[in-house]
């Protein structure tokens, strides 16, 4: 998100992050949608216009992404034009998803402008069901599609009420504590990450308490979390039910869990336990690149983060500890629109993009973690590195998290309140505003955009 992303989302992230203010949503949805139309375009050499791979051309599929998917980055699209030598992938993409998914959204209920495959992120694929499923494909029917080689509460997220599944899951986000070793020990914490994940076993305010521990000695000019929003998002990545409940009610204001993970979250803003930045932005890509953190709530799609926004000179650096509980955070879907220019050619993509041989390659390279079972033991999870956290076992470590994963609750609006808590909410914490203050601005502001 993965965007994470979202943080992927996350947010990826994708990684969990929602729409934004309607200034933000109507400027997006203009760049974004330049962006849709002109990736549209056939880029081939045929010169007669054809765009079915006939003659000298080739036909183009066009992808919308969000955030660092790294289908790219770990050759896959190479990969599929050696297999079909006349097709050829191109990819758009945006770095946020609350910038992105609007006009996606839009593009969807004008039923134009759409590329022939789309991303769609966790937190807003109850919406798309619910709203968009008409404009989609059922991929359960694109040949070589077979639901029992999903997570079946993956596969469950993306499928009508009547059946249909509109979205073929690329990722999930098993949880993690990716955590500096060399600013843990110059702050006198232990850096095994069986010792490190000790210290918060069973309890996001043992995590906490840590970051108090490390405060105390850390090294000058750095803090011991990234992001309010990165810990909040992580604490209730673990809760089965969050915003809705499962009648699908808007309980986030009354759900004790809630405001459990944000005033513990608020808490640490206030005594300066993270810094004061929102994920996924130039700001805080700096601070990666300059080690001003120790820990980051860490989904295994958080690794191509860091990866892409770390100096040569970290690799190595990094480790992973397991979470204090159990959570996911993010993942991404890939959905074919019904008007796109070729859509069995991207069914047949979507299809080969998400088997597990390339689930598995993605995570070896990139860090998103698989959320097609048949992929967790081939060698290229098990055997799994990343160069930022060097012999870190990672394709085990993702693999024992995601095993007790608790399926959530996915509301139509769970960006819109995710980002309201975050970038509304206990990030205002650290810039002085009181948590009980924070907490009043968060709910005003969610419940306004909710009655958009």
Known sequence: MRARSL?????RPSGGTPIARRAVVLAAAASLGAGLLAGCANDSGDKSGSSDGGGSGKTTITLGLFGTQGFKEAGLYADYEKLHPDIKIQENVTERNENYYPALVN?????SGLMD????EVGNIAEVVQTQAAKLEDLAKAPGVDKSAWLDWKWQQATTKDGRTIGLGTDIGPLAICYRKDLFQKAGL??????????????WNKLVTAGR??????????????????LLNAVLSSEKEKFYDSSGNVVYKTNPAVRGAFDLTANAARDGLVQSQTQFQPAWDQTIANGKFATVACPPWMLGYLKGKSRPAD??????AAAPKSGNWGGTFLAVPKNGKHVKEAEAFVAWLTAPAQQAKLFGVQGSFPSATGAYSLPAVTDAKNEMTGDAPIGKIFAEAAKSIPPQVIGPKDGIIQQ?????GVILVTKGKSP????NTATKTIDNNLEK
């Open 7 to 11: 943080p992927h989302s996350r947010l």
């Open 107 to 111: 593009h969807l209920t004008t039923n």
């Open 117 to 120: 495959v789309q991303a769609v």
């Open 190 to 203: 232990p850096t095994d990450r069986e010792a490190v994940g000790k210290l918060w076993a069973g309890d």
């Open 213 to 230: 521990t490390y405060k105390r000695k850390a090294p000058a000019g750095t803090y011991f979390m990234d992001s309010p929003g990165g």
């Open 315 to 320: 690799a190595g650096k990094w480790d992973v």
């Open 420 to 424: 309201g808590l975050t970038d509304n």
């Open 436 to 439: 009980a203050d924070a907490w």
